[in-house]
């Protein structure tokens, strides 16, 4: 900054601070009151860059000045039950406006900055300053790679332990992967946002018209020419190559720097997309692991992070991400490993995660046929997963609801166009009708109730796929017994239909089901309770298939057990033909 604008920003802030009858001329109280509340906003809650160098000073200088004696937000830690804190985001929108300052005197200050505060984070036996340094580090928005392997050694040591600071501390370690995700391969320069100029609404700052950039696209969307003879120009910033000039490169320049790269460039690019897919490929493998854990907090923040990497990927990258994820998978000898899709079906089951893994297995939907994510006989259990919270929103879908509908859409006409040529492709496969179904749900036009709509979704995807039953409802059951209670119903309804529609004959599934066990004592639960007539259904059909069955061995069922349930299922029965009894009408009859 030159003497003269860091004169005219020194007497603007003698101008704004000074009395209305000084000789300076001054400001009115609430004027100033209102430019400092203004600036802080802009410089504690906002991502967007300041119009000029001048204004963000102005903002530092008020901010600091302004009630001394407090600091600038609350001294407050993540914790198991509170991930977001508003403390945290005003660090990040600090640092990143610190950052937008000081980058045209020093180019390389994010990677410099970030690798400080993840060795601080890494080294300090602070749980609280550890979680600051990961915070800072994500505001950097620069790649994880380099920090990866040492992330994974941390997370070996910590993950299992159910002390509330070592959790906490597990918990600011995943949430600074959650937000590096998205910064693991740099862009490319010749995408509009490759310059760092992403357009959009503007506001207004206190004395100019606000910049439309935002600082996480100036971080990460350019690239630094350090040098002529530097053969590694994946870095973080897009300067000039005159280190002297220190000049922003537009986005037509940058454009022209990616038209004239050399063969070696382009080799060096190729290596920087194999570089980014072995690193989600680690990451993933740290979501995977960590959703095996029996802490409810690890398995969340696990989902978490692999909703993340789906989200962050499509088209080949994503392919060639969970090709790698396989591979190392495969390298660790990981047994019994029951595909993405299988352990996500872990949070299905409980209330606090049924939505958060619901929206994860979404994404699954376009690379279902992934052996690491569960090939296509998975979809009939990623399909039953997500039904029940379907058909809670049938009347009026929520987004959720609408983007699993699109998505299970496109992948059953994907696997019918694959499978066509076969015996089980062409129109009149059974996915190309299920995918009808889930058509008509987006768009509401289907004529029928929702249990009619569940009954056809659920024949035509295991006509479609023929998928192993006993996990379907092994889940089904879980879920009366531990999920989302609004859900029960129609978790009941579809066992119904399970058990009712599709063939289980095969004496290897029924063996798989274990009747005589969680099925029946899950249904039977709900008996007395207000889902009787869904539940009697259910017992109705079990026993009525254990009467047909010739080898009753199979089952092995308990006789207590099954007694019980019969009676039970028959006492329901008696009472279907007439509405259960009121508990507010056998007192007055008693009173009476």
């Known amino acids: 900054m030159t003497r003269s604008e860091s004169s005219r920003d020194r007497d603007l802030y003698t101008h704004l601070q000074s009395p209305p009858n000084s000789p300076h001329g001054g400001a009115s109280s609430s004027f100033v009151r209102t430019t400092q509340a203004e600036y802080r906003e802009m410089l504690l809650h906002s991502n967007a860059m300041f119009s000029s160098p001048g204004d963000l000073v102005n903002a530092i200088v008020f901010c600091l000045s302004e009630n001394m004696d407090r600091p600038l937000w609350a001294c407050e830690s993540t914790s198991t039950r509170q991930w977001r804190i508003a403390s945290a985001n005003q660090l990040t929108c600090l640092v990143r406006h610190l950052a937008e300052l000081l980058l045209p005197a020093f180019p390389l200050l994010p990677i410099t900055w970030t690798q400080m505060a993840m060795r601080q984070a890494l080294s300090v036996s602070d749980r609280h300053i550890a979680g600051r340094c990961f915070q800072i580090s994500s505001a950097l928005c620069q790649s994880p790679g380099a920090w990866v392997p040492t992330l994974l050694a941390r997370l070996v040591e910590t993950a299992g332990e159910t002390s509330e600071e070592t959790q906490a501390y597990v918990t600011d370690l995943m949430l600074y992967l959650v937000a590096s995700v998205p910064h693991i391969a740099p862009p490319p320069l010749d995408m509009p946002g490759g310059s760092g100029h992403n357009t959009t609404v503007s506001g207004i700052s206190p004395t100019h018209i606000r910049s439309t950039s935002y600082t996480p696209a100036l971080l990460r969307s350019s690239v630094i020419a350090r040098a002529h003879d530097r053969k590694d120009a994946r870095l973080s910033l897009l300067v000039s190559e005159d280190p002297t000039t220190s000049s922003w490169i537009g986005a037509a320049a940058a454009a022209q720097l990616a038209r004239s790269k050399s063969a070696e460039a382009l080799s060096s690019d190729q290596d920087a997309e194999e570089e980014a897919t072995s690193t989600r490929a680690l990451v ?309």
């Open 284 to 592: 993933g493998s740290i979501a995977l692991a960590l959703m095996e854990s029996g802490i409810e907090n690890e398995f969340l923040l696990a989902t978490h992070l692999m909703e993340k990497l789906l989200e962050t990927t499509t088209g080949v990258p994503k392919t060639a991400f969970l090709t790698k994820l396989e591979k190392t998978i495969g390298q660790i000898d990981w047994k019994q490993f029951q595909g993405v899709v299988g352990l996500l079906t872990r949070g299905v089951v409980t209330s606090g995660s049924y939505e958060q893994c619901s929206s994860t297995l979404i994404l699954l939907a376009d690379v279902i046929s992934s052996p690491i994510v569960g090939g296509h006989r998975s979809l009939g259990l990623l399909v039953a997963s997500v039904l029940p919270y379907m058909l809670l929103h049938f009347e009026a879908p929520t987004p959720l609801a609408q983007r699993a509908a699109g998505a299970l859409k496109q992948c059953c006409q994907h696997i019918s166009e694959a499978e066509e040529g076969n015996e089980s492709g062409g129109a009149e496969s059974p996915l190309v009708h299920a995918a009808t179904m889930f058509s008509q749900y987006e768009s509401g036009t289907f004529a029928k109730d929702r249990l009619q709509w569940a009954k056809c979704v659920l024949k035509y995807v295991c006509e479609g796929t023929t998928p192993p039953v006993a996990p379907i409802v092994a889940m089904l059951a879980e879920m009366l017994e531990r999920g989302v209670p609004s859900t029960h119903s129609f978790a009941l309804q579809m066992l119904w239909v399970m058990m009712e529609q599709v063939d289980v004959k095969e004496k290897e599934t029924i063996e798989a089901v274990n009747v005589n066990g969680q099925v029946i004592r899950a249904v039977s639960r709900h008996l007395q309770g207000a889902h009787w007539k869904e539940a009697s259904k259910v017992l109705h059909v079990l026993v009525g298939r254990w009467h047909q069955d010739t080898d009753l061995s199979s089952f092995e069922l308990a006789p207590s057990l099954l007694s019980s349930a019969v009676s039970a299922a028959g006492s329901a029965t008696v009472s279907s033909r007439h509405s259960p009894p009121s508990p507010r009408k056998s007192g007055d009859d008693e009173g009476r």
